[in-house]
């Protein structure tokens, strides 16, 4: 899926680790490293999910380089029904920095931030719209990192499901597909 | 599986069964996301447009 500046790759397990050798994410913060490296865990190591987890990366046609990560899987999760689920979303930090106290926003994307274009129309209109029509999967779910993140993602339509989680912190959000 | 941090630890978010209030809450489409639904497909047919206009652009240059 490309429009126009960003293109979205979905690599094979078999591609995967050289591509990683190719990209090296910056990850801003020593946790988020850590989750990631667990991400890749799930799609490699974890028999029973390996296969309903794939990594997409997020290639800038402009600049030449990738600037975001998805692992987009499935999960049962959520009240025993099979939900889309975003395993991991990494936004490179030049591409989700704050100018002037502005939002970071893409003119190609019809000025929304990058994470919002990979959540809401790739995983929600993309994904999500055809999963609906074709096998009936109603839901995109997924647990925020912090709860800057979790107000980040409700400003997108990701509704929290108070009581969800064993604790607050890890309350499930979900997307309804219209 | 998802992953949230809190206290500086890693930690794995657990399976949930939902009440039913949460079921009824959970299978309705909220206004925000039907909001965000329309705005997003009519970001998607503006910016289509805008490619294919590029390209007509561009084969008539």
């Known amino acids: 899926m490309s429009f126009s500046r960003f293109n ?3 690599i094979s397990q078999q591609d995967i680790r050289a591509k990683f050798e190719e990209y090296k994410p910056n990850f801003s913060k020593p946790k988020i490293e850590e989750i990631f490296k667990k991400t890749l865990e799930l799609c490699y190591d974890t028999p029973d999910t390996n296969f309903t987890n794939v990594i997409h990366l997020c290639y800038d046609l402009q600049e030449e380089r990738y600037c975001a990560i998805l692992n987009i899987g499935t999960t049962i999760s959520v009240d025993d029904i099979v939900s889309i689920h975003v395993e991991f979303l990494f936004v490179e930090p030049d591409y989700r920095k704050h100018t002037n106290e502005q939002q970071h926003t893409f003119e190609e994307l019809g000025f929304i ?3 919002e274009y990979l959540l809401v129309d790739y995983v929600v209109g993309t994904i999500g719209m055809s999963s609906k029509r074709m096998l009936g999967i109603g839901l995109v779910a997924l647990t925020p990192v ?5 107000e980040i993602y409700t400003s997108y339509g990701f509704d929290s499901i108070a009581g969800s989680g064993p604790n607050e912190f890890e309350d499930w959000m979900i997307f309804n597909i219209p | 599986m998802g992953y949230v ?3 500086n630890e890693i930690q794995v978010a657990r399976k949930v069964t939902l009440t039913p ?6 299978y309705q489409p909220t206004q925000r996301q039907q909001d965000m639904k329309a705005r997003m497909l ?3 047919k503006l910016l289509t447009t805008q490619i ?3 390209e007509s652009n561009a084969i008539f240059a």
Do not use: G, Y
Request: glycine content about 0%; overall charge positive; charged content about 45%.
């Open chain 2, 42 to 44: 009519k970001r998607k």
């Open chain 2, 5 to 7: 941090i809190r206290n």
């Open chain 1, 113 to 115: 931030k990058l994470s």
């Open chain 1, 146 to 150: 912090n709860d800057a993140v979790r």
């Open chain 2, 52 to 54: 294919r206009t590029q």
């Open chain 2, 21 to 26: 209030e949460l079921k009824t809450r959970m």
């Open chain 1, 8 to 10: 979205i790759e979905i």
